[in-house]
């Protein structure tokens, strides 16, 4: 099993471009989560979906869109980037069966807007 | 005012001090995760407890709700243990989603 992957591990844009981010699982999570993590800050929470079809707002979600198609994929989109918006980003998936559960974590993309 | 509170933010070890990393937070909770981040970036969970204390090798965890407070114990530390570590406490009451609420990370830095 890979667990959870994203693509791409890196990238660079410029102000007002547009990109999208992959977050992929296969253990069959119903749960995924994108989060970014900045210096000095803890990582915070962009936008979550409890299953298909179905997303919700996090703490940080201004700038962001997340579309959730297929339950093993969960894309998170900035449809113009900012420099603040520069930072790592983390995709995770938890079982909802579980009570409380334990996230799984991709290894991040790390994004920089020029 | 931070929901979790790591202390340390930074911490440098001898290899095989014995090192203690402590959290506390101030939500009520249904469990507290320790997780480690390498230089490298991937995150891997460690524990999730909700009560008592839980042992890995040679990483120990315990938590004490009454005074919502958990330590992270790593005995004989070793340079491979460098790492960010991070607590984090799920918010998970009745058909809530289970949302983590992190702490900023404890960098340890382990010489040989």
């Known amino acids: 099993n890979a667990g959870v992957t994203q693509t791409p591990k890196f990238r660079v844009l410029k102000t007002g471009q547009s990109m999208t981010l992959l977050c992929a699982q296969d253990?069959?999570?119903?749960?995924m989560y994108w989060y970014r993590q900045d210096p000095g800050m803890g990582l915070r929470l962009i936008h979550y979906?409890?299953?298909?079809?179905?997303?919700a707002k996090g703490e940080v979600p201004d700038g962001y869109n997340v579309s959730r198609l297929k339950k093993q994929n969960f894309l998170l989109g900035l449809e113009s980037a900012a420099p603040s918006q520069t930072s790592v980003y983390f995709c995770a998936s938890s079982n909802h069966r579980d009570r409380p559960n334990e996230q799984f974590f991709g290894p991040g993309t790390r994004l920089t807007v020029l | 005012k931070n929901e979790v509170e790591q202390s340390p933010q930074n911490l440098t070890a001898q290899e095989g001090e014995f090192i203690t990393i402590n959290c506390s937070y101030s939500v009520g909770i249904s469990a507290l995760h320790w997780l480690q981040q390498h230089p490298g970036g991937g995150i891997v969970s460690l524990f999730m407890l909700s009560s008592g204390k839980k042992k890995h090798g040679r990483l120990i965890a315990t938590i004490n709700i009454q005074e919502k407070h958990s330590s992270l114990h790593i005995t004989a530390s070793h340079p491979r243990d460098s790492a960010v570590y991070i607590c984090a406490v799920s918010d998970y009451m009745g058909g809530s989603q289970g949302n983590l609420i992190f702490g900023k990370g404890t960098k340890l830095s382990v010489k040989p």
């Open positions: 253990m069959n999570h119903e749960y």
């Open positions: 979906s409890v299953g298909e079809g179905t997303t």
